[in-house]
C-alpha cells in the first residue's frame, strides 16, 4: 500500500551543526507534508508544513524541502541544540483525504553538547 | 487559542471492557482524525471524521469506533479491550487553509489494559 518511509532511524549529531532529516513518500496524490517533533510522553509537535505546489518552506530554524519529482521530503535544522534531541516524523496528508495523514516510521535525532 | 485537549491522559482497563476517549479540537476546526501509537507499529491511522462524518476509516476492528459531535468534538470507543489495544491513542486536529495547513496534535490517552 502507499506509505511514507525515512530513510535514517537515528541521527546523532553536535550542537551546532546542522541537521537533515530524510522522508520518501510514494502517494502522488498527497498535497500537504508534515514535519512533526515527538518527545518523550507527548503528542506529536507541529513543526512546518508545505504544499504541494511548493518546492521549499522555511520556518524559525527549520527548512524543509519537497522534490516532487523523486518523492523526497527533507527538513533541515539549523545551528542544532540539545533541546531537539527527539523523535522526528514526517507525513503526507489531503489528496481525496482532507483529514488522513500517513506517518513515515520516525527517526530519532540525538544532539551531543 | 486553545489547543487539542484529550482526556483522560492515563487509563488503566481489563480485558474484555471497554473503552471512550474525548478529544475536543480547536475552535475552527471542522477535522477530528484519531491514530493509534505504539512502539512496533507506529502511529497508525484509526479514522476520520468531517462535519459529524466518517470521512475515512484505518485498518482496524470493529471494535474501534468513534463519532463527532455538532461542535466538532469527537469520541472514539473501544469495545472488548485486548492486550494488543495498550497503546497512545491521539487527535489530530486539521484545517487546510489556501497556502497552509494546521494538523495539530494533542498530549494522547495512554491506555493500558491489563
Redesign the interface.
Known sequence: GESVGLHLPTLSVQEGDNSIINCAYSNSASD?F?W?KQESG?????II?I?SNMDKRQGQRVTVLLNKTVKHLSLQIAATQPGDSAVY?C?E??GT??????????TILTVHP | KAGVTQTPRYLIKTRGQQVTLSCSPISGHRSVSWYQQTPGQGLQFLFEYFSETQRNKGNFPGRFSGRQFSNSRSEMNVSTLELGDSALYLCASINKGATNTEAFFGQGTRLTVV
Do not use: H, M, N, V
Not at chain 1, 507527548?42 to 507541529?46: L, R, V, W
Not at chain 1, 483525504?97 to 520516525?106: A, D, E, N, P, R
Open positions: 500537504y508534515i512533526y507527548k503528542g506529536p509537535q507541529f508544513d504544499r516524523f507525513a496528508g489531503g483525504s482532507y483529514g488522513k495523514l500517513t506517518f513515515g516510521q520516525g
